[in-house]
């Protein structure tokens, strides 16, 4: 069996390694998406002064130059980000699914952390998939 393949039974080599390095990825996975959770709850109570009565009353409150300036200034955070990034990150433009299928899974760590906080910058489908819709009588 080499380095790279996942180990067939629990009493293989290298066996305990592998079962510990996925636990570990879980608990590091759901210890950032709390993280993360707690940032979108910050920069929400921060951007739109959201109190006790909630986001979405928060920001039916705001003035429409409110509204506009929170968004661009998003916008403008992201461009930097990406900008900076871009320049950050290595030449290598290894894609996922040529990572899994020709290189054993190892992809670049810089290039794939600056792929994960360019896509969470930009407020993908991936970013806003765990929110909760409004429900009929808020706001739409």
């Known amino acids: 069996m080499g380095p790279n393949t996942v180990p067939p039974t629990i009493q293989s080599p290298g066996s305990l390694r592998f079962w510990v390095a996925l636990a570990l990825t879980g608990v590091f996975t759901g ?5 993360l959770a707690l940032l979108l709850e910050f920069v929400q109570r921060t951007a739109w002064n959201a109190g006790s009565d909630g986001f979405i009353a928060a920001v039916s409150r705001a003035s429409p130059a409110h509204r506009i ?33 020709f290189y054993a899974g190892r992809m670049p760590v810089l290039r794939t952390l600056v ?3 360019r896509l969470l910058g930009s407020g993908s489908e991936f970013h806003s998939a765990g929110r909760a819709r409004p429900s009929s009588s808020a706001p739409q």
């Open 115 to 117: 792929q994960w906080c």
């Open 69 to 101: 300036g929170v968004l661009l200034l998003a916008g403008l955070l992201t461009a930097t980000a990406q900008l900076v990034l871009r320049h950050v990150s290595s030449a290598n433009g290894i894609d996922t699914t040529a990572a899994i299928w």
């Open 31 to 35: 210890v950032s998406a709390i993280g």
